[in-house]
């Protein structure tokens, strides 16, 4: 079990450009999570999936911000004209299901927009 | 943070001494889960409880639902168990685990 894979672990986009974040949950698992952290922020929820349809985006900023998961294997986060403040660790996360079961989080990617 | 609250919010321990964190909760908490975080920011799964405790090496946790609490004890500190301790919380059958803040943990030679 590789556990869950986040790629790129780090990436650089300059300001205005877009960026895609890639997950692989765990597999079998049903549920998958997309969470930011900063310093400033701390951990905070974007979004989730169950059984690869969108359940909960209400921490997702409304614009420029997207996420999917076309199949059960991979879910993506993009974020179109990056800016500074989308600056961030982007921490994908999979349980086997929706609720009270334990959740196993990927190593994250570092976004920095410069 | 409001809902789910820790401490002590920060913690310095000389190696091998034993200290305890803490969750309290405002809400109805179903599950717990404790995390660590290391220096390189991976979220490392400690304990997955329902109402009980478990132990893991020098690692211990507990979840009374009826008080609304959890402890995490760790005995005999070590270099490596520096790092930031959260636990969340599932409410029901709501799918979004409630955060705490954090303890951040330093353990010193």
């Known amino acids: 079990n590789a556990g869950v894979i986040q790629t790129p672990r780090h990436k650089v986009t300059g300001k205005g450009q877009e960026a895609t974040l890639w997950c692989e949950p765990i597999?079998?698992?049903?549920?998958v999570f997309w969470y930011r952290q900063t310093i400033v922020q701390g951990l905070e929820f974007l979004t989730y999936f169950r059984n690869q349809a969108p359940i909960d985006d209400s921490g997702m900023p409304k614009e420029r911000f997207s996420a999917q998961m076309p199949n059960q294997s991979h879910s993506t986060l993009k974020i179109q004209s990056t800016q500074p403040q989308d600056s961030a660790v982007y921490l994908c996360a999979s349980s086997l299901d929706f609720a009270n079961t334990e959740v196993f989080f990927g190593k994250g990617t570092r976004l920095t927009v410069v | 943070g409001d809902k789910v609250k820790q401490s002590p919010s920060a913690l310095s321990l000389q190696e091998g001494t034993n200290s305890a964190l803490r969750c309290n909760f405002s809400i109805a908490a179903t599950t717990v889960q404790w995390f660590l975080q290391n220096p390189r920011g991976s979220l490392i799964n400690l304990f997955y409880l329902v109402p009980g405790t478990k132990e893991n090496g020098r690692l211990k946790s507990a979840f009374d639902s009826k008080e609304s609490y959890s402890t995490l004890h760790i005995r005999d500190a070590q270099l490596e168990d520096s790092g930031t301790y959260f636990c969340?919380?599932?409410?029901?059958?709501?799918?979004?685990?409630?955060w705490g803040l954090g303890t951040s943990l330093v353990v010193n030679p």
């Open positions: 969340a919380a599932y409410v029901g059958d709501n799918s979004k685990l409630i």
């Open positions: 597999s079998g698992h049903s549920a």
